[in-house]
């Protein structure tokens, strides 16, 4: 199995191919440290244009970096062609080939890789069909197939020939919400199954969360924070994955005076008690709505209630304090216009420490 | 040990090959096209701008300065800096124009007074450039006057052989212009069918081509570029997301009010697009003109070959420079036109069609009329000619003949080798239609490939490429008879010299790749491009992915552009008739026109093989449902 690392990969689109300067082209990418461990799913998460889709096809071969080298096992991949480095591809479209059936799709790739342990290429194709639950269905076109199926179809075709990495881009975003979830828990299981070392793109944060062993947050072309879902959920490193991983709230606030780890910080006239870094009279923290709830005493704020959302298990409500949005998680849809909560100062996290 | 070693490089030599494939291809391609494109007609230049190897401005100057070439603007040419003569001239010009209405009696017979605005102008000497500018401005009129209501027709009615009219559109595209004249002959021709018609009713005959050669002319190029006008109108109405209405009549807008301000501007582009191409056609027409004009009705083109006929070839190059440059100025005017237009209007729901004739009332009424009116019509254009072509090759002013074909029968047995024999024409348009083909395919599919995906690039190759839709064939069959058939000397002894049947299949090749391009490129381009990347990392070479997975699913646009090349390599006429001169390497066009020169019998019985052989083609074209949104 394979490990893959990306170092200091940049990826400018015209101009003189720099990242600055005044000849500087589009920049997608901005010097991109990442690793990925053998076996790991590894998922690259962030908003549209962030980047996270370039920097899959620089693994695969598609995009050539403009400066810096992708690894494999240490080995650099730079001028390998796509063919030549025996990875897997899922698209979001699919890409099925609608002159094939699905059998051929599946066994595509066979006809330039020999099959693992010297099967053959049709008990090949078989074995990958049964392993996506579409056993007996080789012999249909793939316009036949629902758009789960075909996925399952992309899925099987990918991993045929064996391949030491997966690639997966955006493969569910076409599926409506139930089939995407069951879906998700299917890919997660056949790729703990195979132990295949994995990198996903997704632009929904949930999603990645669920499924990753780890998580590069991506912004602008430049990887924010990687790390274990709990540590970027729990502990944001920047103000960006603060607000794009889950629903925050993020204060920026003065420091007025310092106590060891705490100090009080000044927003919109109130001052509350949270933990402050050494040297800066300036504190980012954030509160997540869990965070903020009626029984604390401490760092109190009066929240204008304006739309409740009922979700089932929880009410998410969305207010304004100081002309800030805030969003807070109760158990009922409040009543009233006006609401105080409070929360404790280990519940503000500290983002963007300088 | 050996053997698998040799083995071993011989499936790297594959490897290797496969992995160049596309590149080699490429490459070949744009050899082909330096050799039989860019050096013609970078030869056409240098014969215009080089007197005995010295560079020289003068021909240009005699041309520009010659009344007889560019009409009242060879003043401004001669004299550029006498501005203040040239807007006397022109003020002068403009107070001599007066604007009249009078009351006419246009119906003989009928006392209906009508004011009738009358345009009267001084005379104007337009030259040779102004005549075909103009004779292409009437007939882009005509051609978008009996265009537009076909348009209509077809994107709004629905009727019995609507699509297999929507696909008859295409048919002018494949006819060979020579033949079309042969076919108008026919028609209006002194024995033609029409006079024949007329002599069933004791009229006649009447010399209608001789009355006024020019409308017969521009009947023809609406003939050929009507059908164009109305094919890019339904597709763009076709395209034309029917929400978009609803919209506004929910807004509020009539449906007249709704069709103004929705549909019109959406189909205007493809009116101006259909336009400009039939500018551009006529402008370089010469096949129609030469059979059913002469030179008396002398286009540029016309011109220019007559030029090369007396061997003054120092100006032909000059004149075909000109021509060139106009209109390069034309196609790049429509390109970056239709470039701007792509990508509107996607995933539409189409508008819904009613029925055209859904019962007896209806179909009286003043609408139905007028459509029925302008069947006729479009029958009378369209079908008049080839079925007088058909009738015309057995008949004679007097009745049922076959010595039309027997005169061709007997040439072929009989004929002398200088002669022009139908048999041999025959075997070599088809020889020369397959060789096309298996030469244009290929480049048209490696234009295409290079085109379809690359951005900024791709768009410099696309307008490279596809040069040969700019050139006339005349300018171009001199390029070659000039640069290639003559030799063109290298250093060290060498000679670059192409001619004969190699000649004539390189220039049908580099003119008919630009629409294998055009059938491929559309359908490759709405390819997911995440399946050629898929291929690639399963394993797939560029080559691979291009062989097992894009070609497959633009199988009919391959063929498709094949039976357009086969058809225009058939119906060549242009650069044929400047290569195939006075060798033994005529065409069935060329034949005809050789035919035409004496009695148009045989030369009609020749067209008429023609059309057979051409709609062989396009039963093809039709069979395959290629698609022709050029």
Redesign the interface.
């Given at each position: 199995m394979t490990g893959l690392s990306l170092d200091g990969v940049s990826k400018v689109y015209g101009g003189a191919g720099v990242t600055d300067g005044p000849d500087s082209g589009t920049v997608a990418l901005e010097d991109v440290d990442i690793t990925v461990r053998d076996g790991e799913f590894f998922t690259l998460v962030g908003p549209s244009g962030c980047g996270k889709t370039t920097t899959l096809r620089a693994i695969?071969?598609?995009e050539a970096p403009t400066e810096g080298a992708v690894r494999f096992d240490g080995r650099e991949m730079t001028g390998v062609?796509?063919?030549?480095?025996d990875?897997?591809?899922v698209?979001?479209?699919?890409?099925?080939?609608?002159?094939m059936t699905v059998a051929e799709n599946v066994g595509?790739?066979l006809?330039?890789?020999d099959p693992p342990d010297g099967a053959t290429a049709d008990d090949r194709v078989a074995e990958l069909l049964d392993l996506v639950d579409l056993e007996g269905m080789g012999d249909r076109d793939p316009e036949q197939l629902s758009g789960g199926q075909q996925q399952r179809v992309?899925l099987a075709?990918?991993l045929?020939?064996a391949?030491d990495l997966l690639?997966l881009d955006e493969p569910m975003s076409a599926l409506d919400a139930q089939l995407r979830e069951s879906l998700r828990r299917q890919v997660k299981r056949i790729q703990s199954e195979l132990g295949i070392t994995t990198v996903y793109v997704t632009h929904d944060q949930a999603e990645a969360l669920a499924i990753s062993d780890r998580v590069a947050v991506m912004n602008g072309g430049r990887v924010e924070q990687i790390g274990r879902p709990q540590e970027i959920y729990r502990e944001p490193a920047t103000r960006f994955v603060a607000e794009f991983v889950g629903d925050n709230n993020v204060f920026d606030a003065a420091v007025r005076s310092r106590d060891g780890e705490y100090g009080r910080a000044e927003v919109g006239g109130e001052t509350f008690t949270v933990p402050v870094v050494d040297g800066s009279d300036r504190v980012t923290f954030c509160v997540r709505p869990g965070g903020l709830a009626r029984s604390a005493d401490r760092n109190r704020l009066t929240v204008r209630v304006e739309t409740s959302e009922f979700l089932g298990e929880t009410v998410r409500v969305n207010g304004r304090w100081n002309d800030r949005r805030i969003v807070l998680r109760l158990d009922e849809v409040p009543d009233g216009d006006e609401l105080t909560v409070g929360f404790e100062p280990d519940d503000a996290h500290v983002v963007d420490p300088r | 040990m050996r053997a698998a070693g040799l083995r071993r490089r011989s499936t790297a030599v594959r490897r290797w090959l496969e992995h160049h494939a596309l590149s080699l291809t490429a490459i070949a391609t744009a050899g082909v096209l330096a050799v039989m494109l860019y050096l013609p007609v970078g030869v056409v230049f240098v014969n215009a701008a080089f007197d005995d190897g010295v560079a020289t401005l003068a021909f240009f100057r005699e041309v520009l300065t010659d009344p007889f070439y560019v009409g009242v603007l060879a003043d401004l040419f001669a004299e550029p800096l006498a501005v203040r003569a040239h807007l006397e001239s022109l003020l002068g010009w403009l107070a001599a124009v007066s604007v009249s209405i009078s009351l006419e009696y246009p119906i003989p017979g009928v006392p209906l007074p009508i004011p009738w605005p009358s345009l009267e102008t001084p005379g104007i000497r337009t030259g040779l450039f102004g005549f075909t500018a103009y004779q292409a401005a009437l007939s882009t009129v005509a051609s978008v006057a009996l265009g537009l209501p076909a348009a209509y027709i077809l994107a709004k009615y629905e009727f019995r052989g609507r699509r297999t009219l929507r696909s008859l559109t295409i048919l002018p595209f494949v006819l060979p212009g020579i033949m079309v004249a042969v076919g108008f002959y026919a028609m209006f021709g002194r024995t033609g069918t029409l006079n024949q018609l007329l002599g069933i009713a004791g009229l006649g005959p009447y010399p209608f081509i001789e009355w006024n050669p020019l409308a017969i002319v521009i009947v023809a190029h609406a003939f050929y570029n009507a059908p164009l006008v109305a094919r890019v109108t339904v597709a763009a109405w076709e395209s034309v997301d029917v929400r978009t209405v609803e919209t506004a009549r929910s807004l509020g807008a009539s449906p007249r009010r709704a069709f103004r301000d929705v549909v019109v501007p959406q189909l205007l582009p493809a009116v101006l697009t259909g336009a400009l191409l039939t500018f551009i056609f006529t402008f370089m027409t010469f096949p129609i003109v030469l059979a059913l004009g002469g030179l008396q009705l002398a286009t540029v083109e016309v011109w220019i070959y007559d030029r090369v006929r007396r061997l003054a070839y120092s100006e032909a190059a000059t004149l075909a420079v000109l021509e060139t440059v106009l209109s390069l100025g034309l196609t790049y005017a429509y390109l970056r036109y239709e470039s701007a237009q792509s990508g509107l209007a996607r995933g539409a729901t189409s508008p819904s069609r009613t029925p055209l004739f859904p019962d007896l009332r209806t179909a009286l009424s003043p609408r139905r009329v007028a459509i029925v009116g302008y069947g006729i019509l479009t029958l009378v254009v369209f079908v008049g000619p080839m079925a007088s072509l058909v009738v015309g090759g057995v008949t004679d002013g007097s009745g049922f003949t076959t010595r039309h074909y027997a005169f061709l029968l007997e040439r072929q047995l009989e004929g002398a080798d200088y002669q022009t024999l139908p048999l041999v024409a025959i075997r070599n348009s088809l020889l020369f239609g397959l060789a096309t083909l298996v030469v244009a395919v290929p480049m048209g599919i490696v234009v295409s490939v290079v085109t379809v995906r690359a951005d900024r690039g791709g768009a410099i190759v696309d307008t490279l490429a596809m040069l040969p839709l700019a050139v006339s064939g005349v300018v171009f069959g001199i390029g070659l008879l000039q640069g290639l058939v003559f030799g063109i000397p290298l250093p060290g002894g060498w000679r670059i010299q192409v001619t004969g049947a190699v000649a004539i299949v390189a220039a049908h090749a580099v003119a008919a790749y630009p629409f294998v391009t055009r059938n491929i490129s559309p359908l490759l381009a709405n390819l997911d491009p995440a399946m050629v990347e898929s291929a690639r990392a399963l394993g797939a070479s560029r080559y691979r992915a291009l062989r097992d997975v894009e070609l497959p699913l633009v199988a009919s646009g391959i063929v498709a552009g094949a039976a357009f090349a086969f058809a225009i390599s058939i119906g060549e006429f242009s650069s044929t008739v400047i290569l195939a001169s006075g060798g033994d390497t005529y065409t069935m066009p060329v034949a005809v026109e050789r035919y035409l020169g004496r009695r148009s019998g045989p030369a009609i019985a020749m067209g008429t093989v023609l059309l057979v052989i051409t709609a062989a083609s396009f039963v093809v074209v039709d069979r395959v449902g290629g698609r022709f949104e050029g």
């Open positions: 695969a071969g598609f062609p796509p063919e030549e480095r990875v897997g591809v698209f979001q479209s699919y890409a099925l080939f609608p002159h595509y790739g006809r330039f890789r992309a075709r990918a045929a020939p391949p690639l | -």
